[in-house]
């Protein structure tokens, strides 16, 4: 298999195969509930719905499906990609879905509908997974290219790269309460991103951790008004009276 994930009341689980099945699971006695057919080549993901009566499956044929858990029928095909889908996700309101392709690229759609809406682009090779925000306004994707990006949701604009890895950036998850974005690489680390919700919340933070003012050459180097902020000379007079 696959993978495998629990539905959000914890008392069932779905599984992804390359046998090019969607199999429900009961937690409790392990019993087998539905085996989901259809699909046209061996499965990468699959997912419950946050309200648990739908599951949506990534597959090797290029597509994702979303498929109701009760009947098993097909409610919607997700087409348009050009190769693989990894993994396929929803956001936390169950109202949007997010597909990670080989094909360089990312595909927001209406989860209720399946309706195609914007594809994020940007990657320089494969992107293995996508999540979305605790507040379902960014996504974080992982791509084999080692870096992990993150998107916004509304207009699909590229907002940060995160680089450093040296190997496949496999995963890129948010901690719980969004400020945070941990991510897993082929390279044998972790490495934590902190997050800042606007560029003077990102200048404080450089505040307290400065040990200095950079110079005016620095500044330039990095494109950067030549002129020392006062905030800054202040910051060096008081340095240099301890």
Known sequence: RTSAGFSKDGEGIVTASGDQTARIWEVAGGKLLRTFLGHKAALEYAEFSPDGRRIVTACDDKMARILDVETGNQLA??????????MVRYDPTG???????????????????????????????????????????????SSKDKTARIWDVESGRLLQV???????VSTASYSPDGRRVV???????????????????????????????LTREERKKYFLDEKIPDWCARFKRRTTRR
């Open 162 to 168: 995160l680089r450093g890895h040296k190997g496949i």
């Open 183 to 213: 991510t897993a690489s082929g390279d044998g680390t972790l490495r934590l991103w902190p997050l800042f919700s606007s560029d003077r919340a990102l200048v404080k933070v450089a505040r307290k951790a400065a040990k200095r003012c």
């Open 77 to 86: 095909l997700l087409k348009g990609h050009k190769d693989i889908v990894r």
């Open 95 to 141: 109202k949007l879905l997010a597909t990670a392709s080989e094909d360089k690229s990312v595909r927001l759609w209406e989860a209720r509908s399946g309706v195609f809406l914007r594809a994020l682009k940007g990657h320089e090779w494969a992107v293995l997974s996508a999540e979305f925000s605790p507040d379902s306004k960014h996504i974080v994707t």
